[in-house]
């Protein structure tokens, strides 16, 4: 459980006593952090029916890994964009749900529910202890939000990450959502991130270095005068969540694989209004702007082909901040 409570809805004067409980005063205690997302609450993990095939930390929540093939088989795509497919759908639909006075939690457990009419596996869910179905990243957390009690905004952009393993794979993918009425510099800024990750899937090549996709994606959050997030990356994804393909959403000479046909991996770039660098909470798993200014992300799994890319979660179901919910 993380123990912060909420705020009230109306708060103190600067000398008063801060509302946490802490005995200081309210200007030397939680002023300093108006207007920013706090922890709540976190519930109990939700479980997965036992005829749900489960990845090997459902139960320990320690990941077993071993030497995948950077080069998938053909049968091994299949099942790829069968569980891209479904990952994107559920984005989608808790997309279309989530709404300005729900909490995180409330998101999550909807989520939760789409992922077992499917027969799917939340992959976050007990990975490394991760306690929830999906990942909620508000406003300044860069990724790795964990769904508790905190209550959704007016004004806040929300990004959803979702995970589907399912035929023994997974899928991957994740957007940012306007929720009411949102400042233009916000809107801004996820369209650039949205534009960003294109720009990278763009990039992919065969043939071609995968500091390709870093580039794509530095070139223009720089245009648009905004960071790039260095401390998290793409990765390459499979029969496991994680293998050792990385994506940099930055230009590094030294990220220098050469991208063949038959890889998949995810390019998902965290653009931010000021600075690239980050803070840590106590969770060990939310990830915020060290200057507490927004941040937005995209992603996508993403098969290498003899001639370019194929998105295996993209597609018309796809989610968008230009799609009619997200006005």
């Known amino acids: 459980m993380r123990a912060v409570s909420q705020p009230p809805s109306v708060l103190p004067q600067a000398n008063d006593p801060c509302w946490c409980g802490s005995g200081r005063k309210y200007k030397r205690c939680h002023k300093k952090l108006e207007g920013r997302v706090l922890p709540g609450e976190v519930s109990p993990m939700r479980t997965v029916p036992d005829g749900i095939e489960r990845p090997n930390w459902a139960e320990t929540g320690e990941p077993v890994y071993w030497d995948e093939p950077r080069i998938k088989s053909p049968e091994v795509i299949e099942r790829m964009r069968h569980a891209g497919k479904v990952a994107a759908e559920i984005l989608r639909l808790t997309g279309e749900y989530m709404q300005v006075g729900m909490t995180t939690d409330e998101v999550d457990a909807y989520a939760h529910d789409l992922y077992i009419e499917r027969g799917a596996y939340p992959s976050t869910l007990n990975y490394n202890h991760f306690p929830k179905s999906l990942c909620s990243s508000a406003n300044e957390v860069i990724c790795h939000g964990i769904p508790d009690s905190r209550v959704i905004q007016d004004g806040d952009i929300m990004n959803l990450d979702v995970t ?100 998949t991996f995810t390019v998902e770039p965290m653009i931010t209004l000021g600075t690239w660098q980050h803070k840590m909470w106590d969770d060990d ?36 901040p230009t799609a009619p919910w997200n006005r």
């Open 164 to 263: 589907a393993y399912i035929g023994g794979v997974h899928g991957d993918t994740n957007a940012t959502f306007f929720m009411g009425d949102v400042d233009p510099q916000s809107r801004d800024l996820v369209r650039v991130t949205e534009e960003a990750t294109w720009k990278g899937i763009e990039a992919i090549v065969p043939g071609r270095p995968i500091s390709d996709i870093g580039r794509a994606i530095e070139d223009h959050a720089k245009a648009h005068k905004m960071g790039v997030v260095k401390a998290f990356i793409g990765h390459g994804i499979g029969e496991q969540f994680h293998t050792d393909i990385q994506v940099l959403h930055y230009y590094d000479s030294r990220n220098s694989m050469i991208m063949r046909p038959g890889m």
């Open 285 to 320: 798993w939310t990830a915020v702007t060290a200057d507490g200014k927004r941040t937005a992300q995209f992603e996508h799994t993403c098969l290498v082909t003899d001639d370019g890319v194929e998105v295996l979660t993209g597609g018309e179901g796809a989610a968008s």
